[in-house]
């Protein structure tokens, strides 16, 4: 049995002393310290912007939400941020669902968007969705755009065209009947102006 030299027990008590003296480093105070863990996805699904980021105009709501962490997180927000690789997606196969906007404040819309997210499954030309499209200068009296419940359209994203560009404050759309196996689920809602040009989803906050 080999024995060790006093220089390598030495050497051996060097390493231990120089490990208990260095401090120990806290993975909590690591992400407390840096802004990504302020702002952003949050854990709750939830997006806070960062400061001079640009602000929303428009708020979502819906009658159910996909919450179910990771890549299954897909909020109301995320059919109007203008992104289409994300989406809102209800948090069951239901048919009757449903997604609010608000627009803040009346604005005259001459024509809306809406881009469905369809699955790869879906092999037909016209949608999976049945729906009616409503709009709304108050939030209580109500005006329906569109009735697709009987008779969908063919193609997306569908396009409905507002006769005379009225005062819009809130937009709804309302699945009454879906097709396959799909959830209800909505890339992106865009809406666009008297005279064809979009209205931003988006301002910029104030930096200085």
């Known amino acids: 049995m080999d024995l060790l030299s ?3 027990w030495l050497g051996m008590l060097s390493c231990l002393w120089a490990s208990a003296a260095e401090p120990t480093r806290s993975r909590e105070n690591f992400d407390q310290d840096w802004r990504f863990s302020r702002y952003g996805l949050q854990a709750d699904g939830s997006r806070i ?11 979502a709501t819906a009658s159910t939400e996909e919450r179910f962490g990771g890549s299954r997180e897909h909020p109301a927000a995320d059919a109007i941020d203008g992104d ?6 209800a948090s069951d196969g239901k048919p009757e669902q449903w997604l609010l906007v608000d627009l803040g404040t009346p604005r005259q819309v001459g024509a809306i968007s809406v881009n469905w997210d369809i699955t790869d499954a879906w092999k037909k030309t016209e949608l999976p969705y049945k729906h009616v499209v409503d709009v709304s200068a108050d939030g209580k009296s109500w005006k329906t755009l569109a009735d697709y419940s009987q008779a969908v359209p063919q193609g997306n994203p569908v396009t409905i065209k507002l006769d005379g560009a009225p005062q819009v404050r809130q937009l709804r759309i309302r699945t009454t009947g879906i097709g396959g ?28």
């Open 6 to 8: 006093p220089c390598t």
């Open 181 to 208: 196996s799909q959830w209800a689920s909505i890339r992106e809602i865009s809406l666009f102006d008297a005279v064809g040009q979009a209205i931003p989803n988006a301002a910029r906050t104030d930096t200085a």
């Open 49 to 59: 912007a960062e400061p001079g980021a640009a602000k929303r105009l428009f708020s």
């Open 84 to 89: 289409p690789s994300t989406r809102w997606c």
